[in-house]
């Protein structure tokens, strides 16, 4: 069994298109795919890779750099990034690409590894209100208590939302307001947004090596066109929604077009000289992956689906997908000009898809949540993949591999060839409807007077058990309740529990007592009578007791619990609980 | 009067009728004159085991102790097809749950109830310690106080003025000469006093004197080893004592130890082995077939037990098993040929007619349900008979559209048992017909909670919560009745429509 297996995965490898290069479970990189970048730092032609590192929560955010299966650096972060990119900033040789990440309101951009210039956002308007309540509560004219009041009461009305200051302020227990408008109220109020996604844009040239822009989008709902040399914005346009995914394409000085995936589920295709998007895709789901193939526009949303749409927002085929999506990522093999699309999956699988063809299936130790593919070190194809417990995966595909391209789906569904079970009918069958045929007068005559009989005895047997509330669920309609018992343990002692709900819909139970009926020289309960709580509907109430067995002779009886109201003798709701035998007592 | 009989000859006759009191009392009364008898003092101790035999291979209950402190367990998670552990989440060989109902292991259930057939091993701790431990179906802590303790303590209350043998002053060596002496002391110790250890030191000196030799010593020392949990060491018994002699005892034994230590297909082989000596054996056919039982393979089981029904026509389990079958692969005519062969071989008990008045439903012979339930009322030992007639007698008022009267028998059901979670389900369907939904939700939750093994409360909250717009507890029952049953199409579907809504903006 085992041997085979072994086998059959070695057979799996030599057929497999990749080579496994390295994989590295506990390398502790928690990052996704619009975090990692593939760059060639120091001009030797030696790629490295660039991670931004989420870390640990709010913790250890790192920026680091990988050169083979070996960090280089790593330089600490203030805030999450939230994409990192590499472009070239100007003509000057040698040509080393720059690095920008984007995080918080900010795009750090590091030259050589070195901190090399900071970019902010532009502030947005304050909300003139609220300046003015803070600059009253700089002069101390108001405490905190009234600061927050009115706050509160701006955030609910004002068209212009409340900067973080005020919305953390909002956040605070009372005893730390105080501290925090003293260490504050000096500073200006300012708004600032944060930037949700990075991209690049060449500038006036399609070589390999030109001058990038770089596209981000804001939290604000906004897309800034950023020169690379000075960094000032040389477009702006405003979205009606939140920008989560971007793809840039074509040059800045020409024609190009932004195709941005928004968080009110709708794709927006911008194209130069539109202040506004050009096409909008409107799509049912959340778009949790977005990648351009050649002139095609692939979109993985969060309802296992992938779709293909054309660059004028026409959806051209939907292929579903065996489990959720976790990242998306495109593969170009540019020395055979294939570009194809990788979609990271939850089942541990990572697919790749040309069009909507299934070309291959890689398996992974690991979820995956990164995914780049790219020149890395010296080596022109290879994958890399980080996973959701902090792996890191890298594969380099085959020179040899090839992919076929086949429609995986021909032909009418493997269902319509399996046939149905249905069982045949003995001879024994036959003969009884024969005999229900001759006799069915007579038949129908028993069994209706037999129906009656059961009638008469069940709604006898019923009155009965009602009387006597026998039933572990009432049926009066004043006090609808269920109770039911169960006993833990091996005794002497034993915990018994009863859970006791009130199933009506809005009427709450009130003065409930229960007791209990049992044989005295058998056990002890304790204790033994309860006033129950207020039985709010729905809930379920476990109420526990100890039952102590006095006997060693390993006999067992029947404890019967009663559910009361409070000055009438007959019980609600009676529940019989067969006890166990006690064998703690009896084994030792 | 006439002649007095010869005492001794009278003890012996009682022993012969199984007068097994009488015999014992007179025995004493020949011992009260004659302290030294040697014949005495064996029948005496022939009758007092007898008493409280139980043949120790039929199949034996696994306590909580064995079963959660299992220390012969290798793997946590067994090869598929290898162990009697794993029957959740398993391919169904045979009718699915949706037709034939399971027990708490995730087993279709078996005709025929023996001790391991009722609850299987439970998932956790808690589990173990709380599910259905009543008087009639508790589990015990461990297998050597269980059904032993039961049985002991019933010689324990006869005896007021002390045991018969005094164990602990006996000289063990000086028995082991004279051997027809050592065998009766020997069963004495094991079966009625339930002593493994002492009687493990008296088959061990026993087996010195015969120089190994005797067959008869090795089974007991084995039978004393898996007592004490022993289980190599049992093994090794068994099969030396198979190498001297070859008896069917000693392959159910052995097969016995496999069982227990969860390796079904070494104790199949065994069996396979017993078979070759002794052909068409009876007993070990059926130890086989349930062993394809417990493993999920009913198709290979019903075989085996026709396989023993050819030999012996009159063997119960087998036909309650075979009719069982029957009635879950949609063949209830059949099953009732078999039930009625039950009866005709004088077995009339509550759960036969039970079982007849269903197969008569379901093969449409209306002119016989009511009265078998009626004759299964009436033939009711205990609440639980009763509850599990009503039960049925609700699926009979269901399938006949009388709601209210389903309505009466699941309610009546509850008030005889209860911990009967099929009840509460049912009920709270009816309820959810009613648009009670406060009260289907309580009953839905009691009965998934009584019994976490069933995928049906859990599929019917699903729909509940679903409609009633609650789609995260949907979601979340759903996945547990997909957990019980990964199979269930409408909790697929189910699941597959709540992932929509959760996509969807």
Same mark, same amino acid.
């Given at each position: 069994?085992?041997?085979?297996?072994?086998?059959?995965?070695?057979?799996?490898?030599?057929?497999?298109?990749?080579?496994?290069?390295?994989?590295?479970?506990?390398?502790?990189?928690?990052?996704?795919?619009?975090?990692?970048?593939?760059?060639?730092?120091?001009?030797?032609?030696?790629?490295?890779?660039?991670?931004?590192?989420?870390?640990?929560?709010?913790?250890?955010?790192?920026?680091?750099?990988?050169?083979?299966?070996?960090?280089?650096?790593?330089?600490?972060?203030?805030?999450?990034?939230?994409?990192?990119?590499?472009?070239?900033?100007?003509?000057?040789?040698?040509?080393?690409?720059?690095?920008?990440?984007?995080?918080?309101?900010?795009?750090?951009?590091?030259?050589?590894?070195?901190?090399?210039?900071?970019?902010?956002?532009?502030?947005?308007?304050?909300?003139?209100?609220?300046?003015?309540?803070?600059?009253?509560?700089?002069?101390?004219?108001? !405490?905190?208590?009234?600061?927050?009041?009115?706050?509160?009461?701006?955030?609910?009305?004002?068209?212009?939302?409340?900067?973080?200051?005020?919305?953390?302020?909002?956040?605070?227990?009372?005893?730390?307001?105080?501290?925090?408008?003293?260490?504050?109220?000096?500073?200006?109020?300012?708004?600032?947004?944060?930037? &949700?996604?990075?991209?690049?844009?060449?500038?006036?040239?399609?070589?390999?090596?030109?001058?990038?822009?770089?596209?981000?989008?804001?939290?604000?709902?906004?897309?800034?066109?950023?020169?690379?040399?000075?960094?000032?914005?040389?477009?702006?346009?405003?979205?009606?929604?939140?920008?989560?995914?971007?793809?840039?394409?074509?040059?800045?000085?020409?024609?190009?077009?932004?195709?941005?995936?928004?968080?009110?589920?709708?794709?927006?295709?911008?194209?130069?000289?539109?202040?506004?998007?050009?096409?909008?895709?409107?799509?049912?789901?959340?778009?949790?992956?977005?990648?351009?193939?050649?002139?095609?526009?692939?979109?993985?949303?969060?309802?296992?689906?992938?779709?293909?749409?054309?660059?004028?927002?026409?959806?051209?085929?939907?292929?579903?997908?065996?489990?959720?999506?976790?990242?998306?990522?495109?593969?170009?093999?540019?020395?055979?000009?294939?570009?194809?699309?990788?979609?990271?999956?939850?089942?541990?699988?990572?697919?790749?898809?040309?069009?909507?063809?299934?070309?291959?299936?890689?398996?992974?130790? !690991?979820?995956?949540?990164?995914?780049?593919?790219?020149?890395?070190?010296?080596?022109?194809?290879?994958?890399?993949?980080?996973?959701?417990?902090?792996?890191?995966?890298?594969?380099?595909?085959?020179?040899?591999?090839?992919?076929? !391209?086949?429609?995986?789906?021909?032909?009418?569904?493997?269902?319509?060839?399996?046939?149905?079970?249905?069982?045949?009918?003995?001879?024994?069958?036959?003969?009884?409807?024969?005999?229900?045929?001759?006799?069915?007068?007579?038949?129908?005559?028993?069994?209706?007077?037999?129906?009656?009989?059961?009638?008469?005895?069940?709604?006898?047997?019923?009155?009965?058990?009602?009387?006597?509330?026998?039933?572990?669920?009432?049926?009066?309609?004043?006090?609808?309740?269920?109770?039911?018992?169960?006993?833990?343990?091996?005794?002497?002692?034993?915990?018994?529990?009863?859970?006791?709900?009130?199933?009506?819909?809005?009427?709450?139970?009130?003065?409930?007592?229960?007791?209990?009926?049992?044989?005295?020289?058998?056990?002890?309960?304790?204790?033994?009578?309860?006033?129950?709580?207020?039985?709010?509907?729905?809930?379920?109430?476990?109420?526990? &007791?100890?039952?102590?067995?006095?006997? !060693?002779?390993?006999?067992?009886?029947?404890?019967?619990?009663?559910?009361?109201?409070?000055?009438?003798?007959?019980?609600?709701?009676?529940?019989?609980?067969?006890?166990?035998?006690?064998?703690?007592?009896?084994?030792? | 009067?006439?002649?007095?009989?010869?005492?001794?000859?009278?003890?012996?006759?009682?022993?012969?009728?199984?007068?097994?009191?009488?015999? @014992?009392?007179?025995?004493?009364?020949?011992?009260?004159?004659?302290?030294?008898?040697?014949?005495?003092?064996?029948?005496?101790?022939?009758?007092?085991?007898?008493?409280?035999?139980?043949?120790?291979?039929?199949?034996?209950?696994?306590?909580? +102790?064995?079963?959660?402190?299992?220390?012969?367990?290798?793997?946590?998670?067994?090869?598929?097809?290898? @162990?009697?552990?794993?029957?959740?989440?398993?391919?169904?060989?045979?009718?699915?749950?949706?037709?034939?109902?399971?027990?708490?292991?995730?087993?279709?259930?078996?005709?025929?109830?023996?001790?391991?057939?009722?609850?299987?091993?439970?998932?956790?701790?808690?589990?173990?310690?709380?599910?259905? *431990?009543?008087?009639?179906?508790? *589990?015990?802590?461990?297998?050597?106080?269980? *059904?032993?303790?039961?049985?002991?303590?019933?010689?324990?209350?006869?005896?007021?003025?002390?045991?018969?043998?005094?164990?602990?002053?006996? %000289?063990?060596?000086?028995?082991?000469?004279?051997?027809?002496?050592?065998?009766?002391?020997?069963?004495?110790?094991?079966?009625?006093?339930?002593?493994?250890?002492?009687?493990?030191?008296?088959?061990?000196?026993?087996?010195?004197?015969?120089?190994?030799?005797?067959?008869?010593?090795?089974?007991?020392?084995?039978?004393?080893?898996?007592?004490?949990?022993?289980?190599?060491?049992?093994?090794?018994?068994?099969? @030396?004592?198979?190498?001297?002699?070859?008896?069917?005892?000693?392959?159910?034994?052995?097969?016995?130890?496999?069982?227990?230590?969860?390796?079904?297909?070494? +104790?199949?082989?065994?069996?396979?082995?017993?078979?070759?000596?002794?052909?068409?054996?009876?007993?070990?056919?059926? +130890?086989?077939?349930?062993?394809?039982?417990?493993?999920?393979?009913?198709?290979?089981?019903?075989?085996?037990?026709?396989?023993?029904?050819?030999?012996?026509?009159?063997?119960?389990?087998?036909?309650?098993?075979?009719?069982?079958?029957?009635?879950?692969?949609?063949?209830?005519?059949?099953?009732?040929?078999?039930?009625?062969?039950?009866?005709?071989?004088?077995?009339?008990?509550?759960?036969?007619? %039970?079982?007849?008045?269903?197969?008569?439903?379901?093969?449409?012979?209306?002119?016989?349900?009511?009265? @078998?339930?009626?004759?299964?009322?009436?033939?009711?030992?205990?609440?639980?008979?009763?509850?599990?007639?009503?039960?049925?007698?609700?699926?009979? +008022?269901?399938?006949?559209?009388?709601?209210?009267?389903?309505?009466?028998?699941?309610?009546?059901?509850?008030?005889?048992?209860?911990?009967?979670?099929?009840?509460?389900?049912?009920?709270?369907?009816?309820?959810? *017909?009613?648009?009670?939904?406060?009260?289907?939700?309580?009953?839905?939750?009691?009965?998934?909670?009584?019994?976490?093994?069933?995928?049906?409360?859990?599929?019917?909250?699903?729909?509940?919560?679903?409609?009633?717009?609650?789609?995260?507890?949907?979601?979340?029952?759903?996945?547990?009745?997909?957990?019980?049953?990964?199979?269930?199409?409408?909790?697929?579907?189910?699941?597959?429509?709540?992932?929509?809504?959760?996509?969807?903006?």
């Amino acid at each position: 069994m085992s041997s085979s297996s072994d086998s059959s995965s070695r057979e799996g490898e030599s057929r497999s298109k990749w080579l496994d290069a390295h994989y590295d479970p506990v390398a502790g990189l928690n990052t996704l795919s619009s975090c990692i970048a593939l760059a060639d730092l120091h001009g030797d032609g030696d790629f490295k890779m660039v991670v931004g590192d989420m870390g640990h929560g709010p913790y250890n955010m790192k920026l680091k750099v990988y050169k083979g299966t070996a960090r280089m650096s790593e330089n600490a972060l203030l805030d999450l990034p939230t994409g990192v990119a590499a472009f070239l900033m100007d003509q000057n040789e040698p040509r080393t690409p720059a690095i920008a990440v984007a995080s918080g309101p900010f795009i750090y951009v590091y030259k050589n590894l070195r901190p090399y210039f900071k970019f902010t956002l532009p502030a947005m308007e304050v909300n003139a209100l609220e300046k003015e309540v803070w600059d009253q509560a700089k002069e101390d004219k108001i !405490d905190p208590v009234t600061l927050k009041e009115m706050l509160e009461s701006i955030r609910d009305k004002a068209e212009i939302p409340l900067s973080v200051r005020s919305l953390r302020f909002l956040m605070l227990e009372l005893q730390e307001m105080e501290a925090f408008v003293n260490t504050y109220k000096q500073q200006p109020l300012k708004r600032q947004t944060v930037i &949700t996604c990075m991209g690049t844009l060449k500038k006036n040239m399609a070589d390999e090596d030109a001058v990038c822009c770089l596209v981000i989008g804001t939290e604000s709902g906004e897309l800034f066109i950023l020169d690379p040399e000075a960094f000032t914005i040389l477009t702006r346009v405003s979205l009606s929604s939140v920008p989560t995914l971007l793809d840039v394409t074509g040059q800045y000085d020409i024609e190009y077009r932004i195709t941005v995936a928004c968080r009110n589920g709708n794709v927006y295709i911008l194209r130069r000289d539109s202040k506004r998007p050009k096409y909008c895709i409107e799509l049912s789901a959340q778009v949790v992956g977005l990648v351009r193939v050649q002139k095609n526009i692939m979109i993985g949303t969060s309802h296992e689906t992938l779709h293909g749409y054309s660059q004028k927002g026409k959806r051209l085929w939907t292929v579903t997908l065996p489990a959720s999506i976790m990242t998306m990522s495109l593969l170009e093999q540019k020395s055979r000009g294939i570009q194809a699309v990788l979609v990271g999956l939850k089942n541990m699988e990572v697919h790749l898809y040309r069009d909507k063809n299934l070309l291959s299936v890689i398996n992974t130790p !690991d979820i995956v949540t990164g995914l780049c593919f790219g020149r890395y070190g010296r080596e022109d194809d290879t994958l890399i993949m980080t996973t959701q417990g902090g792996g890191l995966l890298i594969k380099i595909l085959k020179r040899t591999a090839q992919f076929e !391209d086949k429609d995986t789906a021909p032909g009418p569904p493997t269902g319509q060839s399996i046939k149905l079970n249905v069982p045949k009918k003995t001879k024994l069958y036959v003969d009884q409807t024969l005999r229900e045929r001759e006799n069915a007068v007579a038949m129908h005559r028993v069994f209706q007077m037999d129906l009656y009989r059961l009638r008469l005895s069940a709604a006898r047997a019923y009155v009965k058990a009602l009387d006597a509330s026998l039933a572990p669920v009432s049926s009066t309609m004043q006090e609808p309740l269920t109770l039911n018992a169960a006993v833990q343990g091996i005794g002497p002692q034993f915990k018994l529990i009863l859970n006791l709900q009130n199933t009506s819909v809005n009427r709450p139970s009130m003065q409930l007592l229960i007791s209990f009926l049992y044989d005295e020289k058998l056990y002890k309960i304790k204790p033994a009578f309860f006033k129950v709580p207020l039985l709010v509907p729905g809930l379920n109430y476990p109420i526990e &007791t100890f039952v102590e067995c006095c006997s !060693d002779k390993g006999i067992s009886d029947i404890i019967k619990v009663f559910v009361l109201r409070e000055g009438k003798s007959t019980p609600l709701l009676t529940a019989h609980i067969n006890m166990p035998v006690s064998e703690g007592l009896a084994a030792a | 009067m006439g002649l007095e009989t010869e005492p001794l000859l009278q003890a012996w006759s009682y022993f012969r009728r199984r007068k097994f009191e009488l015999c @014992s009392q007179t025995c004493s009364r020949i011992l009260e004159q004659e302290p030294y008898d040697q014949v005495a003092w064996s029948l005496k101790t022939r009758a007092l085991t007898e008493m409280v035999y139980v043949d120790e291979i039929d199949v034996d209950q696994e306590g909580i +102790a064995e079963m959660m402190l299992d220390e012969n367990a290798i793997a946590q998670v067994a090869r598929p097809g290898t @162990s009697l552990k794993q029957a959740v989440g398993k391919k169904f060989d045979g009718p699915s749950p949706a037709v034939r109902p399971v027990t708490q292991s995730g087993r279709p259930i078996s005709g025929f109830v023996r001790p391991s057939t009722q609850s299987g091993r439970p998932g956790t701790m808690e589990q173990a310690i709380k599910t259905p *431990r009543t008087a009639s179906t508790a *589990r015990p802590i461990t297998s050597t106080s269980g *059904r032993y303790v039961r049985l002991g303590t019933a010689s324990m209350l006869t005896n007021p003025d002390g045991p018969f043998i005094n164990l602990s002053r006996l %000289n063990l060596a000086n028995y082991v000469q004279h051997p027809y002496l050592a065998k009766t002391l020997f069963e004495y110790i094991f079966h009625h006093e339930n002593d493994a250890k002492n009687a493990l030191e008296l088959a061990a000196l026993a087996t010195e004197e015969s120089n190994f030799k005797d067959w008869w010593w090795k089974v007991q020392l084995g039978k004393c080893y898996y007592r004490l949990g022993l289980y190599r060491e049992a093994e090794k018994q068994f099969k @030396s004592a198979l190498t001297q002699q070859n008896m069917v005892d000693i392959f159910l034994y052995l097969g016995k130890v496999y069982i227990r230590m969860d390796q079904p297909l070494t +104790a199949l082989t065994v069996f396979k082995q017993g078979l070759d000596r002794f052909p068409k054996e009876v007993s070990i056919l059926c +130890a086989v077939a349930r062993i394809h039982e417990e493993m999920n393979n009913m198709s290979s089981a019903t075989e085996y037990y026709k396989e023993v029904l050819k030999q012996d026509n009159t063997n119960i389990e087998a036909i309650a098993c075979i009719g069982s079958n029957h009635f879950y692969t949609d063949q209830p005519e059949i099953a009732l040929r078999f039930y009625r062969r039950l009866l005709q071989m004088g077995v009339y008990n509550c759960q036969l007619f %039970n079982n007849l008045g269903m197969c008569c439903f379901y093969a449409q012979q209306y002119d016989m349900i009511l009265t @078998s339930f009626e004759r299964a009322l009436s033939l009711a030992e205990n609440e639980g008979d009763v509850a599990e007639v009503w039960y049925n007698l609700g699926h009979v +008022a269901v399938g006949i559209g009388d709601l209210n009267l389903a309505y009466q028998c699941f309610k009546l059901t509850l008030s005889n048992n209860n911990d009967h979670a099929e009840a509460y389900n049912n009920l709270a369907v009816l309820e959810m *017909r009613k648009n009670h939904v406060e009260q289907a939700r309580a009953l839905l939750q009691t009965s998934s909670s009584l019994a976490p093994h069933m995928y049906e409360p859990h599929v019917n909250f699903a729909f509940l919560s679903e409609k009633i717009g609650d789609l995260q507890s949907s979601y979340v029952a759903a996945q547990k009745s997909a957990a019980a049953f990964p199979d269930h199409v409408e909790t697929q579907q189910l699941i597959e429509k709540l992932r929509q809504h959760f996509a969807v903006i």
